[in-house]
């Protein structure tokens, strides 16, 4: 038996059927996400939430204007009216924070983000979903998920100096792609994986996203143990690994002893080749940090690097610590002073260059980045070029102002990690005691989340837009400080929809009419786990969406918000299609229901055929219009 069948097993989930029905152990969501979960609880007047549940605040703290910490103080008090904890501004980056205080092996957790597996470096299932799937399991619902294919990562040797869990993840994109993972789970094993620190498993599983994986998971063992007795929850260890026996759906294997410091180029992090065919490429910022790699191990290898030196007067050079804890350690240790000596730049800890919230780069110019993903314009400036890789590289490179191989710089310093890194308790807050003793502001930004319509019997609308392959949730709906500051404002993201495709899409829309359509090529959405680039668009008139392929988060997105996804049949149609066509679709419900739909294009004068690949309960909720809707019925009859 493998890993996600023994997770799955001790979580009475039977694995035999095509949908998984999921009953998580915990729950985590952010600032970026959680006022949407929040309003849809409110909406289906939900009281209390369930199971276990931790609202972080860490992509948008930066606070320019009221309307983020309008969002924060929302936040607080549904957290304490509702029964979550709150992890205050400050503390950390999600994905870091959750690892050093609440993963546990064995375990299941669901987040609304999708480097939510980042919790599979400790033994956890961590699955990312978007807002309205979290709100409906907060709800006591279920999460239900397709049976994943299991892709057995075999792992053997033991990494180079200068070499890193970064490099291990880069090297599987570029074997698989970033459509490579897409409905499987990425299983680590063999004797390779032992040398990997708990940091490096969860880089990998973090990034293991990027390949369109539903998760990925390592073993726990005794590095998992020594992981939590550093930050004193040695009582949470249990040891969990596959069978010897196990069987996968796919083999792939890695000798770790063969690789080389890697880099993702712009602007995919498929993108990817040894450092040294990339060396000399001239960089104006450097930035280390992201829930990728923002842990002791990565700043401290960081400060040892450039400790005694200068960062080159052409570049600059960001910090982000992924945690409170991690700041301290680095304090303690010497290490931060290293980095301020050598002329870095220390940031709060949070997401922020990752997800575009300050530090843009300048116009024209290369970003080296510890992130995640390089998307075009992903940094905050559209026309610079994010590169990605290790800690170790970004710290080198920041010494000579150009891409640089690290093992260039020598022996590796060795670094000796902390036997405990001291907690701030007081800095996650518990839910109220009396909570009906808390009113729960909310400012003037935040409005209701719309609801979704049900499908016309005889439908007719045009293509509003013909995209092509790997479409990101960037591109329907940008990042960044300004957009993250209207995720409690619907009506007021319209303006900023496809901007990064098509600059006057804006001008457009008002021609389209109540409905249109999207065209697009494979892995449509893929990226960021957020729902706003579903509710947006559908918001807009978005009904429809016809594509080769959709990423995994966004195509249950999409469903939960009542815009039909489907598939064409026949991929060269795809090709017969421009925008501005009108297509029709008559008997829409009935034709969704037998999962095969007849479209016909009256500009073309000819008909394709597109399907619909939902279950039957998938198929019930696009036909109520959307989840909420099809909850809201199902609260009021239990009213009655």
């Given at each position: 038996m493998n890993l996600f069948e023994k997770i799955c097993l001790s979580h009475n989930i039977d694995t035999d059927r095509d949908t998984l029905t999921v009953y998580p152990d915990q729950v985590l969501t952010h600032d970026g996400?959680?006022?949407?979960?929040?309003?849809?609880?409110?909406?289906?007047?939900?009281?209390?939430?369930?199971?276990?549940?931790?609202?972080h605040v860490d992509h948008n703290t930066l606070q320019v204007g009221h309307r983020n910490p309008d969002d924060h103080v929302y936040l607080k008090g549904m957290a304490a009216k509702m029964g979550a904890v709150y992890s205050v501004p400050g503390n950390g980056i999600c994905h870091q924070v959750h690892l050093e205080n609440f993963i546990t092996p064995g375990h299941i957790l669901l987040g609304s983000d999708s480097h939510t597996a980042t919790a599979g470096g400790l033994g956890c299932l961590g699955l990312g979903s978007g807002g309205l799937d979290i709100a409906m399991v907060l709800a006591g619902e279920p999460y239900h998920m397709i049976r994943p294919q299991i892709i057995g990562i075999y792992l053997e040797g033991r990494l180079p100096v200068w070499v890193t869990g970064k490099d291990v993840i880069l090297h599987l994109l570029g074997l698989i792609s970033v459509q490579?993972?897409?409905?499987?789970?990425?299983?680590?094993?063999?004797?390779?994986?032992?040398?990997?620190?708990?940091?490096?498993?969860?880089?990998?599983?973090?990034?293991?996203?990027?390949?369109?994986?539903?998760?990925?998971?390592?073993?726990?063992?005794?590095?998992?143990?020594?992981f939590l007795q550093q930050f004193g929850r040695d009582e949470d260890y249990e040891q969990w690994s596959a069978d010897k026996s196990a069987v996968y759906d796919r083999l792939i294997e890695i000798d770790l002893s063969a690789l080389r410091p890697m880099v993702a180029l712009p602007h995919s992090p498929d993108n990817v080749k040894p450092v040294e065919e990339?060396?000399?490429?001239?960089?104006?910022?450097?930035?280390?940090?992201?829930?990728?790699?923002?842990?002791?191990?990565?700043?401290?290898?960081?400060?040892?690097?450039?400790?005694?030196?200068?960062?080159?007067?052409?570049?600059?050079?960001?910090?982000?610590?992924?945690?409170?804890?991690?700041?301290?350690?680095?304090?303690?240790?010497?290490?931060?002073?290293?980095?301020?000596?050598?002329?870095?730049?220390?940031?709060?800890?949070?997401?922020?260059?990752c997800n575009g919230i300050g530090q843009a780069p300048a116009s024209g110019t290369n970003t080296l980045r510890t992130h995640n993903r390089n998307f075009r314009g992903r940094c905050g400036t559209t026309d610079a070029s994010s590169f990605l890789c290790s800690a170790e590289t970004a710290a080198v490179s920041a010494l000579t102002g150009t891409i640089t191989d690290p093992r260039e710089?020598?022996?590796?310093?060795?670094?000796?990690s902390p036997e405990y890194i001291v907690d701030?308790?007081?800095?996650?807050?518990?839910?109220?005691?009396?909570?009906?003793?808390?009113?729960?502001?909310?400012?003037?930004?935040?409005?209701?989340?719309?609801?979704?319509?049900?499908?016309?019997?005889?439908?007719?609308?045009?293509?509003?837009?013909?995209?092509?392959?790997?479409?990101?949730?960037?591109?329907?709906?940008?990042?960044?400080?300004?957009?993250?500051?209207?995720?409690?404002?619907?009506?007021?993201s319209v303006p900023y929809l496809f901007q990064r495709v098509n600059q006057?899409?804006?001008?457009?829309?008002?021609?389209?009419?109540?409905?249109?359509?999207?065209?697009?090529g494979a892995n449509y959405g893929q990226g960021s786990a957020r729902e706003h680039a579903v509710m947006v668009p559908m918001y807009a008139g978005l009904a429809v969406v016809?594509?080769?392929?959709?990423?995994?988060?966004?195509?249950?997105?999409?469903?939960?918000?009542?815009?039909?996804?489907?598939?064409?049949?026949?991929?060269?149609?795809?090709?017969?299609?421009?925008?501005?066509?009108?297509?029709?679709?008559?008997?829409?419900?009935?034709?969704?229901?037998?999962?095969?739909?007849?479209?016909?294009?009256?500009?073309?004068?000819?008909n394709f055929t597109a399907l619909n690949r939902c279950d039957e309960r998938e198929t019930d909720i696009i036909l109520n219009g959307g989840l909420l809707n099809k909850m809201r019925l199902k609260y009021e009859t239990a009213e009655l």
């Amino acid at each position: 038996m493998n890993l996600f069948e023994k997770i799955c097993l001790s979580h009475n989930i039977d694995t035999d059927r095509d949908t998984l029905t999921v009953y998580p152990d915990q729950v985590l969501t952010h600032d970026g996400t959680a006022t949407s979960v929040f309003l849809q609880l409110e909406a289906m007047g939900v009281k209390r939430v369930t199971p276990f549940t931790v609202v972080h605040v860490d992509h948008n703290t930066l606070q320019v204007g009221h309307r983020n910490p309008d969002d924060h103080v929302y936040l607080k008090g549904m957290a304490a009216k509702m029964g979550a904890v709150y992890s205050v501004p400050g503390n950390g980056i999600c994905h870091q924070v959750h690892l050093e205080n609440f993963i546990t092996p064995g375990h299941i957790l669901l987040g609304s983000d999708s480097h939510t597996a980042t919790a599979g470096g400790l033994g956890c299932l961590g699955l990312g979903s978007g807002g309205l799937d979290i709100a409906m399991v907060l709800a006591g619902e279920p999460y239900h998920m397709i049976r994943p294919q299991i892709i057995g990562i075999y792992l053997e040797g033991r990494l180079p100096v200068w070499v890193t869990g970064k490099d291990v993840i880069l090297h599987l994109l570029g074997l698989i792609s970033v459509q490579g993972g897409v409905g499987s789970v990425l299983e680590f094993h063999g004797p390779g994986v032992r040398e990997l620190s708990v940091s490096e498993r969860a880089t990998i599983c973090n990034m293991a996203t990027e390949t369109g994986a539903t998760s990925a998971l390592f073993p726990s063992d005794e590095r998992s143990l020594s992981f939590l007795q550093q930050f004193g929850r040695d009582e949470d260890y249990e040891q969990w690994s596959a069978d010897k026996s196990a069987v996968y759906d796919r083999l792939i294997e890695i000798d770790l002893s063969a690789l080389r410091p890697m880099v993702a180029l712009p602007h995919s992090p498929d993108n990817v080749k040894p450092v040294e065919e990339a060396a000399g490429i001239s960089v104006a910022q450097i930035c280390i940090g992201s829930c990728t790699n923002s842990s002791f191990a990565d700043l401290a290898i960081a400060a040892r690097v450039v400790e005694g030196k200068n960062v080159h007067p052409d570049t600059a050079l960001t910090i982000s610590p992924g945690s409170r804890r991690t700041l301290a350690a680095i304090t303690k240790s010497g290490d931060l002073g290293r980095l301020i000596g050598a002329g870095s730049r220390l940031l709060e800890c949070s997401c922020g260059p990752c997800n575009g919230i300050g530090q843009a780069p300048a116009s024209g110019t290369n970003t080296l980045r510890t992130h995640n993903r390089n998307f075009r314009g992903r940094c905050g400036t559209t026309d610079a070029s994010s590169f990605l890789c290790s800690a170790e590289t970004a710290a080198v490179s920041a010494l000579t102002g150009t891409i640089t191989d690290p093992r260039e710089w020598g022996i590796p310093p060795d670094i000796e990690s902390p036997e405990y890194i001291v907690d701030f308790p007081d800095l996650f807050l518990a839910p109220a005691a009396e909570p009906d003793s808390i009113a729960v502001v909310k400012g003037p930004n935040i409005k209701e989340i719309p609801r979704g319509t049900r499908p016309e019997k005889n439908f007719t609308a045009s293509v509003g837009l013909k995209l092509g392959d790997d479409v990101t949730t960037d591109d329907i709906l940008p990042g960044g400080a300004t957009m993250l500051s209207l995720r409690s404002n619907v009506p007021a993201s319209v303006p900023y929809l496809f901007q990064r495709v098509n600059q006057r899409f804006g001008e457009k829309l008002e021609q389209l009419g109540p409905q249109w359509i999207v065209v697009g090529g494979a892995n449509y959405g893929q990226g960021s786990a957020r729902e706003h680039a579903v509710m947006v668009p559908m918001y807009a008139g978005l009904a429809v969406v016809i594509t080769k392929s959709f990423a995994r988060i966004h195509r249950k997105n999409l469903i939960n918000f009542g815009v039909v996804p489907l598939i064409f049949q026949d991929q060269g149609d795809y090709d017969l299609i421009e925008g501005g066509d009108v297509l029709q679709i008559e008997r829409f419900p009935e034709q969704l229901r037998g999962g095969s739909v007849i479209v016909w294009n009256e500009t073309k004068k000819r008909n394709f055929t597109a399907l619909n690949r939902c279950d039957e309960r998938e198929t019930d909720i696009i036909l109520n219009g959307g989840l909420l809707n099809k909850m809201r019925l199902k609260y009021e009859t239990a009213e009655l």
